[in-house]
């Protein structure tokens, strides 16, 4: 596994994916030694010489600016997020202040926001993507969050090391690379976490997928869209995702998913909902919310 904030790994990995045809580069011979770019057709793009990007790709140039580093981006075709994040890596964008101590923590108005949503599923996580907090459906629909010990609420140990809630997701291939590319950028906002370096390690050395992901260097933010689910009581169901990040600094995002009105989803959201009714688990404003820790991830 690269450091996590090594920009010249991030920058080698990226010009590897980038398909030298479809920057305008002119390939004269099928024998190429490399895939995607090569560094001479890299720089060239970027208006930098050869020498200048070949040491910032060996760690040898220091404080690259601005201006070569959105010059880079845009020859790397990168999209906003893996653009903040290359920034990140050279130090010319600080990361948002973190509050220490904190970034575990649910205010309790965070927890009354998961009760207002009690129809539909809704967690909060951090920036490791550690489950803090969720509501009942949330606990319904990832098949009983309640009898996953505490240390391993975390839903990128549960994609790659749970093969049982795996499968609950129905567009597999996705949801592995969007979840890389979350931590990823994770790594790039909290560089100095060793949580979340102990976490990237972990999944590095138990899941092979997981490592070839790492590798690619994909960084992205996903907002919203939907998700496809596939569960063992009521089958198929999309549900669209929002994500909102918290202003405060503190990597923690609320999570909403929902059905659209009036569809077989939201049909089978309610069923959902009556299956998990019974056995001391009643559905009530002043229960739904869980509190989870990540402590020990």
Known sequence: MDDLGDLGTFLQSRRAHVPPESVGVVVLTARRRVAGLRREELAQLAGVSVDYYTRLEQGRATQPSEQVLDALARALRLDDAARDHLHRLAGQRSSRPRPAGTTDTVRPQLRQILDTVADYPAMILNHRIDVLAYNR??????????????????LARMVFLDADRFHLYADRSSCTADTVAQLRHAAGEFPADPRLAALIGELS???????ELWAAAE???RGHGPL?????????????QERFTLPDGSGQELITLAPEPD???????????????????????????????????
């Open 137 to 154: 459906m949330a606990g319904l629909l990832y098949c009983g969050l309640d009898q996953v010990p505490v240390e391993d609420r975390n």
């Open 219 to 221: 960084v992205s933010v």
């Open 205 to 211: 050395i138990g899941s092979r997928r997981f490592s």
């Open 228 to 240: 496809r689910f596939h569960h063992p009581a009521v089958g198929p169901i999309t549900l669209h």
């Open 263 to 297: 569809s077989s989803d939201q049909d089978a959201l309610r069923l959902l909902a009556g299956l998990g009714v019974g056995d001391g688990d009643q559905p009530g404003p002043s229960t739904n919310a869980r509190t989870s820790s990540s402590a020990g991830v």
